[in-house]
């Protein structure tokens, strides 16, 4: 089954070359992507979202926490342009990978960031 990213990320080929063998590596390709980490041993999550703020500005958006908790926290990291964004998103996909985490799909809507509201 091909996740939206992976999909995507074919798609934006000018040449039709399939997209990268490790999901993970997709980040790199998808731009304004949402990306979603869940450990099962320890039923920890970790989300990771490109986006715009409402200045235009780049940023990439960060939570993590408990599977099933109201607690947990957030990081909200400026990004000079959509690029670097898009290779800090692939960082966060190495490292999650590294301690454990498998990627899985998002689950609900896009986070609204704390920016967006009035």
């Known amino acids: 089954?091909?996740?939206?990213?992976?999909?995507?990320?074919?798609a934006s080929q000018p040449n039709g070359a399939p997209a990268a063998a490790h999901p993970d590596q997709v980040a790199?390709?998808?731009p304004l992507g949402?990306?979603?980490?869940?450990?099962?041993?320890?039923?920890?999550?970790?989300?990771?979202?490109?986006?715009?703020?409402?200045?235009?500005?780049?940023?990439?958006?960060?939570?993590?926490?408990g599977i099933g908790s109201t607690r947990g926290g957030q990081l909200h990291e400026p990004a000079p342009h959509e690029?670097?964004?898009?290779?800090?998103m692939a960082m966060l996909a190495t490292r999650r990978r590294r301690r454990g985490y498998e990627r899985v799909q998002p689950r609900g809507p896009v986070p609204v960031t704390s920016a967006a509201t009035p």
């Open 83 to 88: 690029a670097a964004g898009s290779a800090a």
């Open 34 to 65: 949402r990306l979603r980490w869940e450990h099962r041993q320890t039923r920890r999550f970790y989300e990771a979202v490109v986006q715009q703020d409402l200045f235009g500005d780049w940023e990439v958006w960060r939570c993590w926490g």
């Open 1 to 10: 089954m091909k996740t939206s990213f992976q999909v995507n990320a074919a």
């Open 28 to 30: 790199a390709a998808a």
